[in-house]
């Protein structure tokens, strides 16, 4: 019976771990996206207007972007609260919502990578770009 408690102790330990990475996450990455902000919030409104977010993709990328991404990020935030006053709008996106329009752009630009290099050697034969 001594098992059960040195298991139970193993399980909250795991836990107490867990909980520990997760708070170390979440604070790099709101220091992460506080810096973000002090770089590419110009107008100091708290919001990444659709130019800041463009430029702070860019900053990410090292390179001028190559996919009309943040559009597309623009146009589905109108069904949500990205600025977080309640009201769904494309003012910009908020700290809290930041990073979640960055993540979606990466995604969105890995898959055109992937799909540009599907549709050229569409047969088996490459194409020229």
């Known amino acids: ?47 990444l207007d659709r130019n800041e977010l463009t430029k702070l993709i860019e900053y990410l990328e090292g390179q001028p ?10 146009q ?3 069904m949500f609260d990205t600025t977080g006053d309640g ?10 919502a930041v990073s979640h329009a960055v993540k979606k752009y990466m995604d969105y630009a890995r898959e055109q990578v992937r799909l540009k290099g599907t549709m050229q050697t569409v047969g088996g034969w490459r194409t020229s770009e």
């Open 76 to 78: 589905q935030a109108q």
């Open 1 to 47: 019976m001594s098992a059960v408690p040195a298991v139970v102790a193993a399980k909250r330990h795991r836990l107490r771990e867990l909980r520990r990475r997760a708070e170390e996450r979440a604070k790099n990455e709101e220091a992460k996206v506080n810096g973000w902000f002090a770089r590419f919030d110009a107008d100091h409104n708290e919001l």
């Open 65 to 74: 972007l190559r996919f009309s991404g943040v559009d597309l990020i623009f």
């Open 87 to 96: 009201r769904k709008d494309t003012k910009g996106f908020s700290k809290n």
